[in-house]
């Protein structure tokens, strides 16, 4: 896909206010007419050039000018920047002086748009540099770099070649059906299609890492008054967010901190304490808990372990008395946090590792949010719990969109091995495989649509 006779655009590419440097980017066919007007001259091609800046035959600015033309640019096209004083006037009549010379101000992204739309870079790269300039953490930045250096359009090519490999001989078998071949016989083709949907699913499990990066993960912070919710909140965060009392009921709301374990973007939330109160305002509290906790990536039940050292039978009744919904159960999302561990210090009691929930098995990890005591231990299980570790190398970004695709093609492989063990008509073997690699397709951009890609541009900021 490339653009042809495109308008000549231009926009600030650097973020509004004061600064020492400001850039106005320009795009298009009119460039060296606009470069021969503003400078006095023609710049040569990738070289750096101190000019005047001039409109209507005065000096505006005085700065850097760089040529690229075409197709050794960032968007394929001719591409003029002009690098000058980072004032806002400066910057907005510098801007001027390109419209009043043709340009048009560029849409959200349309410099990215004709990047892609003129092969410099592929979908997954493209939103790779709109990540990276969002990037929370060091580690969804490094992801990020990765992406944009074609880390995973590479893994995502190499299934399609290898889906079209597959393909390529199913449809070869299906032309000659008539012949006495069995092109299947010898097990090969299964085991070649073995092989690709373990190749999808690994690459599944670090695009699922890269939108943990890119997105975070949202962890409550859910039990009863008094069990040392804020607390733990403000030793996570290592600041004073949360109000904290010897008062039940002290939290009535929703407080949220965003925090970064080892680069993971994580967003705490700590909530009011879950019993009933004829209390309505407490009341109200209560409901946005259990909200939360319905919403959540992963659950922490705080329980004081006082309590539960001084009856045994404490922790199933809380269980009970929390009503906490049973999905955080069935999909793994609850993690018991027995807190202030340093007030047993002096008794004989052993906190459990584990214990037992509604019949499903449930870590637990014993902390003091007082003292600091065992939360690198809680850090690290945060991490455990939704599959990160800081020993995975090759990590690149990905996307929700990015995630459903690649689930969606896993499903058309595992379709398309089920066909072919049963030795169903090789036509449907054929179909799932198309699917399947049309579904890879939509991650790079190889088939997308117009909706699409107004919907991911429109989120870049106007420069790029």
Do not use: W
């Not at 992406?147 to 001989?169: K, W, Y």
Request: aromatic residues 4%; charged residues 25%.
């Amino acid at each position: 896909m490339t653009i042809t006779d495109t308008d000549t655009i231009a926009a600030i590419a650097t973020p509004p206010g004061r600064s020492g440097v400001g850039i106005v980017r320009v795009s298009g066919p009119l460039c060296t007419g606009i470069a021969r007007q503003i400078l006095g001259f023609d710049p040569p091609p990738r070289k750096a050039c101190y000019s005047e800046f001039l409109a209507n035959n005065s000096v505006i600015d005085k700065g850097i000018a760089l040529y690229f033309q075409a197709p050794n640019s960032f968007t394929g096209e001719d591409v003029l920047e002009l690098q000058g004083h980072g004032g806002v006037f400066v910057l907005n009549d510098l801007l001027k002086a390109t419209l009043d010379l043709g340009c048009r101000i560029a849409r959200p992204g349309e410099f990215s748009e004709r990047a892609f739309l003129n092969g410099k870079m592929d979908l997954t790269q493209v939103e790779a540099i709109s990540d990276l300039i969002n990037a929370s953490t060091e580690q969804a930045a490094r992801s990020a770099v990765r992406t944009l250096e074609g880390a995973f359009s590479d893994r995502i090519n190499e299934l399609v070649s290898a889906i079209t490999e597959l393909r390529i001989f199913l449809e070869a078998a299906i032309d000659f059906s008539d012949e006495d071949i069995d092109f299947i016989e010898d097990g090969k083709t299964v085991e070649k299609l073995h092989h690709i949907i373990e190749r999808t699913e690994a690459v599944f499990k670090q695009a699922r890492l890269g939108t943990i990066l890119q997105e975070g993960i949202k962890v409550a912070i859910a039990g009863r008054p008094n069990a040392g919710k804020s607390s733990l909140l403000n030793a996570l965060s290592g600041r004073d967010s949360a109000i904290v009392t010897a008062i039940p009921g002290t939290t009535r709301d929703t407080l949220r901190e965003l925090i970064d374990i080892d680069g993971i973007p994580t967003h705490i939330i700590d909530t009011a304490g879950l019993r009933n109160s004829d209390d309505v305002v407490e009341q109200e509290g209560v409901k946005r808990a259990r909200a939360v906790i319905e919403e959540a990536d992963l659950v922490l039940l705080v329980i004081d372990s006082q309590s539960l050292a001084c009856n045994d039978n404490h922790l199933e009744s809380l269980f009970q008395e929390t009503r906490l919904p049973e999905s955080v159960l069935i999909n793994n999302r609850l993690l018991v946090i027995f807190n202030k561990t340093d007030l047993l210090a002096d008794r004989q009691f052993q906190l459990p590792g584990q214990v037992t929930v509604s019949g499903s098995i449930v870590d637990a990890v014993p902390v003091s949010a007082k003292t600091g005591a065992g939360l690198e231990s809680l850090r690290e299980k945060l991490k455990s719990a939704v599959g990160y570790s800081t020993s995975e190398e090759g990590s690149f970004m990905a996307r929700e969109r990015q995630l459903q695709a690649l689930g969606r093609a896993r499903e058309f492989l595992d379709s398309a091995l089920l066909q072919l063990q049963a030795r169903n008509h090789l036509e449907l073997v054929a179909e799932d495989l198309r699917q399947a690699q049309q579904n890879l397709g939509e991650i790079t951009g190889q088939v997308t649509s117009d909706e699409l890609l107004g919907q991911i541009f429109s989120s870049f900021c106007i420069g790029k």
